[in-house]
Every structure is written in C-alpha cells, then in structure tokens.
C-alpha cells in the first residue's frame, strides 16, 4: 500500500496534540532548574570581587533548582552582610540575551577607614561601675583607636589604639584573613603594652577588691600574639594561636597575697597556647533571630617553658540556639561552661563568672572565683 501525500497530512495532524504536550513537558522540565552562567558583581569599588564570592554557597556553572534558589540566595546574601564589609546586598538572577541565566550581586560597600574615640567604662559591666564605683571618672577609659577595615580590597584589618585613663594601653594588630589562593587560611599579629594605678588582686563575698595607689604603677604588662586561622567551608573556623606575656607587678601585691602571678613572684614571662573552633549558622550575627552557634577552645598558658616552668590547661565551650515560633516571636537560649585540670591558679590568669558576658542575670555585681563553671540562659 503506498504512502500518499493525504495519509501523511492525517498522520501528522494525529501526533501533533501530542507532540505539542511532549514539548510543553520538555519547556516546564527546563524551567524547573538553571545553570548559574556567569556571577556579576557591582558596586564593589574597592572589595575585590573574590572575597564576595567567597561568601556564596554556589557557584559558576551550579545546577540549581529554581524551587530552592530563594533559600540559597538568602543564605548568601546573610553571608556576605556577615563579613561586615557592606551596608546593603542583594543577590538575584537574570536572563542574558543569549538565554542563559546568570547572578547579579549588588553591594553598598562601607565607609572602612575611621578614626574611632575611645570613651568606655573599666568595669566588667555597667552596674558595676554605678552601684560599687558611684560612677567614678576614675574608672573611664579615653582615647583613639584607628583601624582600616578593608585594607588593600582584601578584607585585611589593620589597627592602631592609643589609650588613656583608667587602663594606658598602646597597641598595633594586623589581620590578614587569607594567605591562599583557596582563601581558608589566614593569620593575624598583634601586639600590645599597658599599665594600671587600680588593679583587683582578690574577691571577698562575690565583690572585688581593689588595691589603688596613685602615685605608682601597679602593673605593667607587654603581650604579643600570633594567630593562624582556617576557614573550613562558610561556617566553620578553626584557630591557632601562639601568645607571650610579660606582667610585673608593684612589692605591694605581695604584701596582699600569695597567688596573683604564678610562684608570687614580681615579675613573670611566659608563653601560651590556643586551640578554638568556631561553627556559626546564625542568620545575621549581629543580631541573630534563627539559627546557632556553638564554640569550642582549649587554653594551655606557661607550656613548661622558661626559667620558672608552670602549665595551667583549661576547657571553655558554649552553645546558642535560635528560634523563630511566631512571625513576630523569637526565642534563645545558651550554655556555656568551663573546666580545668589544675588545682588554685594565679590571680593573674584565673576566671570564673562574672567577667565579660559570662554572668548570671541579676547577679551582674558579683564575681564567683574558680577553675570550673556551668552557666545556662534562656
């Protein structure tokens, strides 16, 4: 039977319904995903373009659902506003001319070079100084800190304080958050020297005394410091750091305890040693509404090392969770804790509760002495 110009009309309209579904199927398959072809950056007029991209969890030619880009363009877009490096950041897509689809990031960069005053409290917080120290100007720290926050476009951190009043510090630091072509290692030095007329050298009942004397130095102490940092991926940070302190101390210490430097000598240098890692999946650190945080160090101050060998190892972690339970209700809680493997440890380097953020609400007035500790918030 022969194949006639009719037979193959009638053919050709019987497929076509189902040709058309077969490539409407195809279209929608198509739509379902993309391939990032080329990642655009604009208003990076001093950031390198490569500290950005660091900062994303995809890249240059990634097959991406389009069903979870609005979750992978959020946590990139937190990424970068995390380095602290930019006031505003967006990160969308757009189709080219040739039927690709690639990403624009736009970036409102900051302001990185300030000459910042020092005007703080000396106190381990506020109701400190207002209820034990009647608000003494005595206890305010003055001064200028000047810091590039953005040197050479590289994210590097340059920084130089000057500081007068309660604590007269002087102090350089550099940081060069990557030493690499792959970005993930970096390292830091800094060095410091300051000196106080108003030291604590102990507590009775949960206060802190005071030994004041005006008229002379009571401590002097030079630190220096070196730090090596690996970037694991976005969210994790491990460092290592190398330290050395010298601390000498006024006669009239000793006459008042036995145990503020180590073997209560006038006089004590020594090297130490830190292990810390850092996993943060806050959304925004600054001001964190999901997500958590959990860090984890280990301390080894003395390492056995020079004239008078001592080695005092402690381990500090804690952990912060973040929750959203209502559109315009969030909740947090945290725990942290502290353990040693020493026994009674030098004033010097001893902490307990109650110094920086680790203190119990409504007991912001009292220091609890000692090597281990367990604190829980909520």
């Not at 979870?68 to 995390?82: D, F």
């Not at 001064?143 to 304080?161: C, H, M, P, V």
């Not at 990557?178 to 507590?203: E, R």
């Not at 509404?289 to 301390?299: A, H, P």
Request: glycine letters at 6%; a neutral charge; one cysteine or more.
């Amino acid at each position: 039977m022969g194949f006639s110009p009719l037979r193959l009309l009638a053919t050709f309209l019987f497929a076509l319904p189902f040709l058309s579904a077969n490539g409407q199927v195809k279209d929608t398959l198509s739509h379902n995903k993309f391939v990032v072809s080329d990642i655009f950056v604009d208003g990076n007029y001093k950031t390198k373009k490569t500290i950005i991209l660091r900062e994303l969890t995809f890249q240059k030619d990634d097959t991406i659902k389009t069903s979870e880009w609005g979750a992978i363009a959020l946590r990139s877009k937190n990424n970068i506003m995390n380095t602290s490096l930019f006031n505003f950041a967006t990160v969308d897509t757009v189709h080219l001319s040739t039927g690709q689809t690639a990403v624009t990031i736009s970036v409102t960069e900051k302001w990185y070079i300030w000459p910042t005053p020092i005007l703080s409290i000396e106190e381990r917080n506020f109701n400190v100084w207002w209820d034990q120290d009647h608000r003494s100007l005595e206890k305010v720290d003055y001064g200028l800190f000047l810091s590039d926050n953005n040197t050479f476009g590289l994210r590097q951190i340059l920084k130089a304080t000057a500081q007068l009043g309660y604590t007269q510090q002087f102090g350089l630091s550099y940081t060069i958050p990557y030493i690499d072509k792959h970005q993930k290692g970096g390292i830091q030095f800094s060095v410091t020297a300051s000196q106080n007329k108003d030291i604590p050298y102990t507590s009775v009942g949960g206060i802190l005394t005071f030994l004041n004397t005006p008229e002379n130095t009571l401590k002097q102490e030079y630190t220096a410091r070196i730090d090596y940092t690996y970037r694991q991926g976005i969210y994790d940070i491990h460092y290592l750091e190398l330290n050395f302190h010298s601390c000498t101390v006024n006669d009239t210490i000793l006459k008042l305890t036995y145990d503020y430097l180590p073997f209560n000598q006038l006089t004590t240098n020594f090297f130490g040693a830190k292990y810390y890692f850092r996993r943060d999946l806050r959304d925004y650190a600054p001001f964190p509404l999901t997500g958590y945080y959990f860090d984890f160090g280990i301390n080894d101050y003395g390492l056995e090392l020079l004239s008078h060998p001592f080695n005092i190892v402690y381990i500090q972690s804690s952990f912060h969770k973040y929750w959203q339970l209502s559109k315009n209700l969030f909740y947090a809680a945290m725990a942290e804790g502290k353990i040693s493997n020493n026994g009674p440890e030098p004033y010097y380097i001893q902490r307990g509760l109650g110094y920086s953020n680790d203190f119990v609400r409504g007991y912001e007035d009292y220091v609890v002495d000692g090597n281990d500790y367990v604190l829980v918030k909520k």
